[in-house]
T-cell receptor, first 115, second 114 residues
Framework: GAGVSQTPSNKVTEKGKYVELRCDPISGHTALYWYRQSLGQGPEFLIYFQGTGAADDSGLPNDRFFAVRPEGSVSTLKIQRTERGDSAVYLC?????????????FGPGTRLTVL | AQSVAQPEDQVNVAEGNPLTVKCTYSVSGNPYLFWYVQYPNRGLQFLLKYITGDNLVKGSYGFEAEFNKSQTSFHLKKPSALVSDSALYFCAVRDGDNFNKFYFGSGTKLNVKP
């Protein structure tokens, strides 16, 4: 079946601009996660959705970052006033349920470059 | 604090030889441990996980991992490496007290030479 998809695969923007990154989880998965992966590092947790609500947004670095999941399926990560330090690969993952036993399945990521 | 350590940035092995990629962890609750593999320009692919039960876990592509509670380790192993196993490997832990998020190691690059 279809896996997690993310669009765009690459995004180049200028400092100060606004960007939106989209994630389409595996059908039927209720839990959705966003991570950020900087060069040479492992992914770092940003935010987790259970259904439509953000159940844990403790990883968002500041208030320029925001994410929504209005219908409990597709999610959008929004970054305002982008900075060069925001350049990274943004990964989305989904799992059937938010149980500790459930595997998270990752999308291919969106590579964001802020010039 | 929860954390994962992968002490080797890179592991080099010859094709056909056994391989080990090391991982140690620190959590406050029960650990739930995962291994993922990442190929260039691809997302993370799930390999295997330890939840409970047998300390030796078998996963995809002939990989296995051994959970050792006393050493807080979860090393990834394969009896006979293939060139196609060359990739970036990530260990991740989920804390049983707060299982919303994974904590990832920094990754180990596996190079399998023909």
């Amino acid at each position: 079946g279809a896996g997690v998809s993310q669009t765009p695969s690459n995004k180049v923007t200028e400092k100060g601009k606004y960007v939106e990154l989209r994630c389409d989880p595996i059908s039927g998965h209720t839990a959705l996660y966003w991570y950020r992966q900087s060069l040479g590092q492992g992914p770092e947790f940003l935010i987790y959705f259970q259904g439509t609500g953000a159940a844990d947004d403790s990883g968002l670095p500041n208030d320029r970052f925001f994410a929504v999941r209005p219908e409990g399926s597709v999610s959008t990560l929004k970054i305002q006033r982008t900075e060069r330090g925001d350049s990274a690969v943004y990964l989305c993952a989904s799992s059937l349920l938010p149980r500790h036993t459930d595997t998270q399945y990752f999308g291919p990521g969106t590579r964001l470059t802020v010039l | 604090a929860q954390s994962v350590a992968q002490p080797e940035d890179q592991v080099n092995v010859a094709e056909g030889n056994p391989l080990t990629v090391k991982c140690t962890y620190s959590v406050s609750g029960n650990p739930y441990l995962f291994w993922y593999v990442q190929y260039p320009n691809r997302g993370l692919q799930f390999l295997l996980k330890y939840i409970t039960g047998d300390n030796l876990v078998k996963g995809s592509y002939g990989f296995e991992a051994e959970f050792n509670k006393s050493q807080t380790s979860f090393h990834l192993k394969k009896p006979s490496a293939l060139v196609s196993d060359s990739a970036l490997y990530f260990c991740a832990v989920r804390d049983g007290d707060n299982f919303n998020k994974f904590y990832f190691g920094s990754g180990t690059k596996l190079n399998v030479k023909p």
